[in-house]
């Protein structure tokens, strides 16, 4: 268990014990999880084991019910604005992206403005400095064509990779991936797929949060295997993915022939 | 077969004008207030407040429980009596009828609001927006489109509902056609004519309202 003096000075997130309830529903039993810089962790396990309320938490869309949370090594407060010493939550969500199954672009903006209004709103940047920065990220994900679309007009695919620029708009250190291809058409998965594997390739630091087990081998330097609430199994995408040790984690891959 | 002669109506023409000005302003000034009303209403019942929910409620399903016409009278002859205060017709008929549309708005402005899918919120707080910027930047555009119809629909009922203000004398469209036929004794001249514009008022707004209602539609 990592305590806060001891942790690392490229730790970007960094959980001890941490819990969650719903009610009298306990979600997630005591989890401790550290995330260096470059790390890209894999989540898997089966349904109703607390990976998405995990990943929730870590942007504090979910608040915590206990345990300690370090963000860069400082303390995150359950409030908006921190202190010099503890982060808030603005702060935090600043700098912990988030991508969503179902990806949750902005309706009423074109696709340029979703990308742009992060930085836009929340990092005060002028319109020329964040379209900028906007077009660059969209030509990336293979998508600058489409800058003056609106999210109807587009593809699942296409849909999902601009929710990825959006959220790499404010330059964030760490990114969240929940399931983020499990709403998409199966032809759909790899223009999707081939984005993330970029971002791996460039450094960036992510939890993915996904059913494609061989594309969690692939790009995960490191993998977790949840069941009901905890960390269950922990260790290499090989050691986990093809070496399971528990004969749950065997049950459960072996529903997925990864 | 009735011989209709609107030359002793027209002759008083000057009145329906001063009488659909009347009704304009007590329209828009209505729905103006009822607009400020109606979303400190709405808002408060999404507060964290229960006191405020409670209040903004009970305020709601007064008005909107009861009719038009009696809180008219009760504004203007009751409620004189119970504060001892004098309240002139024109504050009277005002002030409810700002009252009444903003109870309705404050649904509207609510259920816009709450049609908003919650990933929209979700996805605006996990970039880093508080939640008034997450009110004023996606929720709110996308809340304004869910509720205009439904607002333009109030709203044309609320210039209609002005015509009660004749109970009290006030001196609208109906008021003054009620003069009108008083003068000329020619109600079926003058009670028509008093359709006919409103008629007219309204006609090109519902018309405006189905147009922006179709365009909206061909965007989702
Ligand atoms: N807001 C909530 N209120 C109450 N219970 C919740 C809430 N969110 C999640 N849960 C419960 O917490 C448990 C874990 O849910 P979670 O969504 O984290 O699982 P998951 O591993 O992501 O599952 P899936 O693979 O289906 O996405 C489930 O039993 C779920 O019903
Ligand atoms: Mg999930």
Request: hydrophobic share 45%.
């Amino acid at each position: 268990m990592t305590k806060p003096e001891a942790i690392a000075e490229n730790s970007v997130i960094s959980i001890s014990g941490l819990t969650k309830t719903f009610g009298a529903l306990t979600v997630l039993h005591g989890i401790d999880l550290t995330l260096t810089r470059g790390d890209v962790l894999g989540v898997i396990g089966p349904s109703g084991s607390g990976k998405s309320t995990l990943i929730r938490c870590l942007n504090m869309m979910e608040a915590p019910s206990g345990g300690t949370f370090h963000f860069r090594g400082k303390e995150v407060l359950p409030r908006f604005k921190g202190d010099g010493k503890k982060i808030g939550m603005g702060d935090l969500r600043r700098h912990v992206g988030m991508v969503f199954q179902h990806f949750n672009l902005f309706p009423h903006l074109s696709v340029l403005d979703n990308v742009t209004k992060g930085p836009r709103v929340v990092l005060d940047k002028s319109r020329a400095e964040a379209e900028a920065h906007a077009m660059d990220l969209l030509s990336q994900v293979g998508l600058a064509e489409k800058a003056n679309f609106f999210p109807s007009q587009l593809s699942g695919g296409q849909k999902q990779r601009v929710a990825i620029a959006r959220a790499l708009a404010m330059d964030p250190d760490v990114l969240l991936l929940d399931e983020i291809t499990s709403a998409l058409d199966p032809e759909l998965v790899g223009e999707v797929l081939t984005v993330v594997r970029r971002l791996a390739n460039a450094g960036m630091t992510m939890i993915l949060v996904t059913h494609e087990m061989g594309f969690a081998a692939d790009v995960a330097n490191r993998v977790i295997f949840m069941e009901a609430g905890r960390i269950a199994e922990e260790g290499s995408p090989e050691e986990i993915l093809r070496n399971p040790k528990s004969e749950r984690l065997k049950a459960f891959l072996s529903r997925f022939h990864g | 077969m009735y011989h209709w002669d609107f030359y002793a109506v027209l002759q008083s023409f000057d009145l329906f004008l001063w009488g659909m000005w009347a009704t304009f302003l007590y329209t828009v000034g209505s729905i103006a207030f009822g607009i400020v009303i109606g979303l400190a209403s709405c808002f408060a019942r999404l507060s964290n407040y229960r006191l405020l929910r409670l209040v903004a409620r009970v305020y709601q399903e007064l008005f909107r429980c009861t009719p038009l016409l009696v809180q008219i009278l009760w504004a203007y002859y009751a409620l004189p009596m119970l504060l001892g205060i004098n309240i002139s017709n024109t504050t009277a008929g005002l002030m409810t009828l700002s009252l009444y549309v903003g109870s309705f708005y404050a649904e509207i402005f609510r259920g816009g609001i709450l049609a908003v899918d919650r990933g929209q919120t979700e996805a605006a707080l996990a970039v880093g927006m508080s939640g008034r910027q997450t009110m004023r930047h996606i929720i709110m555009p996308q809340a304004i489109k869910n509720m205009l119809p439904a607002f333009i629909n109030q709203s044309v009922i609320q210039l209609k509902n002005t015509s009660l203000l004749y109970a009290i004398s006030v001196a609208e469209l109906t008021y003054m056609t009620s003069e009108v036929n008083a003068q000329t004794y020619r109600p079926l001249e003058s009670y028509t004519l008093a359709g006919i514009l409103y008629f007219a008022m309204l006609f090109p707004l519902t018309q405006i309202a189905d147009h922006y209602e179709r365009r909206m539609r061909r965007h989702d």
